[in-house]
Protein backbone atom coordinates (compact mmCIF):
# COMPACT_ATOMS: atom_id res chain seq x y z
CA UNK A 1 0.00 0.00 0.00
CA UNK A 2 1.66 3.41 -0.58
CA UNK A 3 1.63 6.10 1.20
CA UNK A 4 -0.59 8.22 -0.50
CA UNK A 5 -3.39 5.02 -0.05
CA UNK A 6 -2.36 4.70 3.96
CA UNK A 7 -2.91 8.98 4.29
CA UNK A 8 -5.82 8.94 2.17
CA UNK A 9 -7.66 6.37 4.28
CA UNK A 10 -6.45 8.34 7.59
CA UNK A 11 -8.42 11.47 6.80
CA UNK A 12 -11.40 9.53 5.98
CA UNK A 13 -13.63 7.84 8.56
CA UNK A 14 -15.39 5.88 5.72
CA UNK A 15 -18.11 5.97 3.49
CA UNK A 16 -22.21 6.67 4.34
CA UNK A 17 -25.18 5.63 1.90
CA UNK A 18 -28.48 7.03 3.19
CA UNK A 19 -31.68 5.22 2.68
CA UNK A 20 -35.61 5.64 2.61
CA UNK A 21 -36.87 2.56 4.05
CA UNK A 22 -35.85 0.52 6.54
CA UNK A 23 -35.87 -2.36 4.31
CA UNK A 24 -33.36 -1.14 2.16
CA UNK A 25 -30.82 -0.57 4.79
CA UNK A 26 -31.27 -4.47 6.22
CA UNK A 27 -30.90 -5.56 2.92
CA UNK A 28 -27.86 -3.29 2.32
CA UNK A 29 -26.25 -4.73 5.70
CA UNK A 30 -26.99 -7.76 5.01
CA UNK A 31 -25.12 -8.09 1.69
CA UNK A 32 -22.14 -6.09 2.95
CA UNK A 33 -21.43 -8.58 5.88
CA UNK A 34 -21.80 -11.33 3.35
CA UNK A 35 -19.37 -9.26 1.11
CA UNK A 36 -16.83 -9.07 4.45
CA UNK A 37 -17.29 -5.94 5.04
CA UNK A 38 -17.09 -6.22 9.25
CA UNK A 39 -16.09 -2.12 10.66
CA UNK A 40 -19.19 -1.11 10.08
CA UNK A 41 -22.27 0.97 12.20
CA UNK A 42 -26.11 1.70 11.27
CA UNK A 43 -27.58 4.71 12.08
CA UNK A 44 -31.66 4.82 12.38
CA UNK A 45 -34.56 6.81 13.75
CA UNK A 46 -35.54 3.92 15.31
CA UNK A 47 -35.04 -0.04 16.09
CA UNK A 48 -34.31 -1.81 12.84
CA UNK A 49 -35.66 -5.72 13.05
CA UNK A 50 -32.67 -7.38 12.85
CA UNK A 51 -30.38 -4.99 11.35
CA UNK A 52 -27.82 -5.77 14.24
CA UNK A 53 -27.79 -9.01 13.49
CA UNK A 54 -27.22 -8.28 9.76
CA UNK A 55 -23.86 -6.54 10.79
CA UNK A 56 -22.63 -9.34 12.25
CA UNK A 57 -23.39 -8.39 16.00
CA UNK A 58 -25.02 -11.52 17.72
CA UNK A 59 -22.84 -11.20 21.21
CA UNK A 60 -24.13 -9.30 24.15
CA UNK A 61 -21.65 -8.77 27.32
CA UNK A 62 -24.16 -6.96 29.03
CA UNK A 63 -25.69 -9.76 30.71
CA UNK A 64 -22.13 -10.84 32.11
CA UNK A 65 -21.32 -7.42 33.28
CA UNK A 66 -24.59 -7.45 35.55
CA UNK A 67 -24.09 -10.99 36.45
CA UNK A 68 -20.24 -10.01 37.68
CA UNK A 69 -21.57 -6.47 39.31
CA UNK A 70 -24.10 -8.59 41.56
CA UNK A 71 -21.78 -11.09 42.48
CA UNK A 72 -19.43 -8.59 43.43
CA UNK A 73 -22.43 -6.47 45.19
CA UNK A 74 -23.54 -9.75 46.97
CA UNK A 75 -19.46 -10.43 48.55
CA UNK A 76 -19.26 -6.92 49.35
CA UNK A 77 -22.36 -6.66 51.24
CA UNK A 78 -21.58 -10.12 52.99
CA UNK A 79 -17.99 -9.69 53.61
CA UNK A 80 -18.72 -6.32 54.88
CA UNK A 81 -21.21 -7.56 57.67
CA UNK A 82 -19.08 -10.35 58.07
CA UNK A 83 -15.99 -8.67 59.24
CA UNK A 84 -17.80 -6.25 61.49
CA UNK A 85 -19.54 -8.63 63.18
CA UNK A 86 -16.74 -11.17 63.73
CA UNK A 87 -13.34 -9.52 63.42
CA UNK A 88 -13.85 -5.38 64.28
CA UNK A 89 -16.68 -6.10 66.64
CA UNK A 90 -17.33 -9.41 68.10
CA UNK A 91 -20.44 -8.74 70.66
CA UNK A 92 -22.08 -12.55 72.06
CA UNK A 93 -25.72 -11.17 71.80
CA UNK A 94 -27.83 -13.62 74.03
CA UNK A 95 -25.85 -16.34 72.63
CA UNK A 96 -25.95 -16.20 69.46
CA UNK A 97 -23.23 -17.30 66.59
CA UNK A 98 -20.97 -14.14 65.74
CA UNK A 99 -21.60 -14.98 62.21
CA UNK A 100 -25.12 -15.13 61.75
CA UNK A 101 -25.68 -15.14 58.24
CA UNK A 102 -29.70 -14.69 58.09
CA UNK A 103 -28.88 -11.35 59.27
CA UNK A 104 -26.94 -10.55 56.73
CA UNK A 105 -29.60 -11.28 54.13
CA UNK A 106 -31.38 -8.03 53.82
CA UNK A 107 -27.93 -5.58 52.96
CA UNK A 108 -26.63 -8.30 50.65
CA UNK A 109 -29.71 -8.67 48.66
CA UNK A 110 -29.65 -4.43 48.44
CA UNK A 111 -25.96 -4.41 47.56
CA UNK A 112 -26.62 -6.84 44.83
CA UNK A 113 -29.30 -5.25 43.56
CA UNK A 114 -27.47 -1.98 43.24
CA UNK A 115 -24.11 -3.07 41.95
CA UNK A 116 -26.20 -4.89 39.09
CA UNK A 117 -27.75 -1.27 38.06
CA UNK A 118 -24.83 0.60 38.24
CA UNK A 119 -22.97 -2.32 36.76
CA UNK A 120 -25.61 -2.54 33.85
CA UNK A 121 -25.64 1.03 33.07
CA UNK A 122 -22.01 1.57 33.43
CA UNK A 123 -21.08 -1.85 31.04
CA UNK A 124 -23.79 -0.17 28.32
CA UNK A 125 -22.06 3.27 28.28
CA UNK A 126 -19.14 1.87 27.97
CA UNK A 127 -19.60 -0.89 25.39
CA UNK A 128 -21.48 1.79 23.21
CA UNK A 129 -18.72 4.32 23.28
CA UNK A 130 -20.40 6.53 25.19
CA UNK A 131 -20.82 9.58 25.92
CA UNK A 132 -19.56 10.71 22.41
CA UNK A 133 -20.01 14.55 21.98
CA UNK A 134 -18.45 14.73 18.62
CA UNK A 135 -18.27 11.78 15.91
CA UNK A 136 -17.06 12.03 12.62
CA UNK A 137 -20.81 10.80 10.90
CA UNK A 138 -21.94 13.88 12.14
CA UNK A 139 -20.26 16.22 8.97
CA UNK A 140 -21.70 13.93 6.51
CA UNK A 141 -24.69 15.30 4.21
CA UNK A 142 -27.97 14.75 5.68
CA UNK A 143 -26.74 13.20 8.54
CA UNK A 144 -29.47 15.30 10.85
CA UNK A 145 -32.05 13.41 9.26
CA UNK A 146 -30.97 10.11 11.22
CA UNK A 147 -32.93 11.03 13.95
CA UNK A 148 -36.06 11.33 12.04
CA UNK A 149 -36.99 9.89 8.64
CA UNK A 150 -33.66 8.71 7.37
CA UNK A 151 -31.65 5.15 7.67
CA UNK A 152 -27.69 5.20 7.01
CA UNK A 153 -24.69 2.81 6.79
CA UNK A 154 -21.31 3.45 7.22
CA UNK A 155 -18.46 1.51 6.37
CA UNK A 156 -15.80 2.66 7.85
CA UNK A 157 -11.85 3.05 6.80
CA UNK A 158 -10.44 1.07 9.61
CA UNK A 159 -12.07 -2.17 7.50
CA UNK A 160 -9.57 -4.66 6.26
CA UNK A 161 -11.46 -4.39 3.06
CA UNK A 162 -11.70 -0.26 2.92
CA UNK A 163 -10.94 0.95 -0.02
CA UNK A 164 -12.84 4.26 -0.88
CA UNK A 165 -14.32 3.70 -4.36
CA UNK A 166 -14.97 0.07 -3.79
CA UNK A 167 -16.97 0.50 -1.13
CA UNK A 168 -18.70 3.55 -3.02
CA UNK A 169 -19.58 1.25 -5.62
CA UNK A 170 -20.43 -1.30 -3.58
CA UNK A 171 -22.86 0.42 -1.96
CA UNK A 172 -23.97 2.32 -5.06
CA UNK A 173 -25.79 -0.90 -5.74
CA UNK A 174 -28.49 -0.53 -3.40
CA UNK A 175 -29.42 3.08 -5.01
CA UNK A 176 -29.42 4.79 -1.67
CA UNK A 177 -30.79 8.26 -1.40
CA UNK A 178 -27.12 9.70 -1.14
CA UNK A 179 -23.97 8.23 -1.00
CA UNK A 180 -21.07 10.17 0.65
CA UNK A 181 -17.73 9.83 1.79
CA UNK A 182 -17.07 11.07 5.23
CA UNK A 183 -14.07 13.03 6.36
CA UNK A 184 -12.09 12.39 9.77
CA UNK A 185 -12.86 16.02 10.94
CA UNK A 186 -15.31 18.52 9.31
CA UNK A 187 -13.44 21.78 7.23
CA UNK A 188 -12.92 24.55 9.61
CA UNK A 189 -13.91 26.89 6.94
CA UNK A 190 -17.91 25.15 7.60
CA UNK A 191 -17.58 25.48 10.96
CA UNK A 192 -16.74 29.39 10.24
CA UNK A 193 -19.64 29.38 8.08
CA UNK A 194 -22.14 27.62 10.81
CA UNK A 195 -20.87 30.47 13.49
CA UNK A 196 -21.60 33.50 11.42
Not at 11 to 22: K, L, N, P, S, T
Not at 75 to 90: D, E, I, K, L, R
Not at 125 to 142: E, Q, S, T
Amino acid sequence: MSHEAETETDAVHGVIAEFEHEADILAAAEAAYAAGYRKMDAYSPHPVDGLAEAMGFTKNRVPLIVLLGGLSGGATGFMMQWFSAVVHYPIDVGGRPLNSWPAFVPITFELTILFSAFASILGMLILNGLPKPYHPVFNAANFDSASSDRFFLCIESSDPMFETEGVKGFLEGFEPKSLSVVPVESDPGDREAEDS
